[in-house]
């Protein structure tokens, strides 16, 4: 994963691995919100790796407050 911060906004590279856990991640959420049963997200959360997930939340939250 890369970031690069310019004085418009700023791009984050991820790997294959990274955008499929995002995506897990962004899935689980909006089921949560949706009120899907338990059941079904931890089903998502099975494919989830929360190592990853860590250090992609670290570097998005360190680029947007660039």
């Given at each position: 994963?890369?970031t690069q ?62």
């Amino acid at each position: 994963m890369t970031t690069q911060v310019s004085a418009s906004g700023y791009t984050v590279e991820l790997s294959p691995a990274e955008r499929e856990a995002l995506l897990v991640a962004c899935e689980y959420t909006i089921g949560a919100a949706r009120g899907e049963h338990a059941t079904t997200l931890r089903g998502l959360l099975a494919d989830a790796d929360p190592g990853r997930l860590d250090g992609l939340a670290d570097v998005l939250f360190v680029a947007a407050a660039a």
